[in-house]
């Protein structure tokens, strides 16, 4: 049983990605979820360390090693290069202690644009539209590079048909840039071909995709945006939500098969 820290930068609004995570990603079949709202500055931490925006990463950690065995951080409204947010130096800075301690990160959308600038700087993450590109929004196809077929985190997934591995949701103006040698772009659309990394030597992955979102959640999201076209990718309109389990199913054993062999 993976035992799962989901830190969530999601409004609690619009968007509830602790609860989509745990519906349609990591079910309590094979893992245990909490989730600490960390929008609000609500961080895991032990009763003892007062859990404020003032909490030392040290409590933290010690706490995750504890208690937990992966971070999940979910997708976000927020854009991750906003130095004002009230939460965004602390989670860098964690992201950076866990990726150098190898605990296991996994991150989505926001989450993964997240771990890319804490590790590698805001010069690693940009807007789309600075880079020529539109936002992406909508049901995309995704095709797997030679490393993602390679990675273990798609394992079991039957591909739709040559050059497509499956299709998902996607919502996102911002992107990080694959520009170091540490990274491996495991996954790509065709429309923004950095849409999944594993960092080298690490238990850290990112997906610039959302595998937890249905078409219900997608829709809501879909139907607020007025200034970019929704791209339907081969005219598909429905998920399959299967495949977002079978990436956290993976993720789990590769976790726990690297705790139980250490």
Known sequence: MLRVCILDVSDHKQLFEDELFQKFMFQESFSQCASFHVAQNKWPVASEDVAHENSPNNSIIRYLLKHFDAVLITGSE?????????????LCDLIRDLVDINFPV???????QAIIRALFGKQS???????GKEPEFGCIALELTKEGKECGLFDGIEHVREGVAFYSSSSHSDAFLLNNDQVERIIQSRHWENQGYRIKGKMCYGLQFHPEMDTHASNAIFNSVTTVPIKYDDHVHE????????????????????????
């Not at 299967?242 to 726990?256: E, R, W």
Request: charged content about 20%; glycine content about 6%; proline content about 0%.
């Open 78 to 90: 927020d854009c991750c290069m906003d130095d004002s947010l009230c939460y965004i130096k602390q």
């Open 106 to 112: 996994f991150g989505i959308c926001f989450g993964a």
């Open 125 to 131: 993450v940009a807007h789309l539209k600075d880079l």
């Open 239 to 262: 998920l399959d939500m299967s495949v977002g389990v079978k990436i956290a199913k993976n993720f789990a054993y590769m976790v726990l098969h690297k705790k139980n062999n250490n």
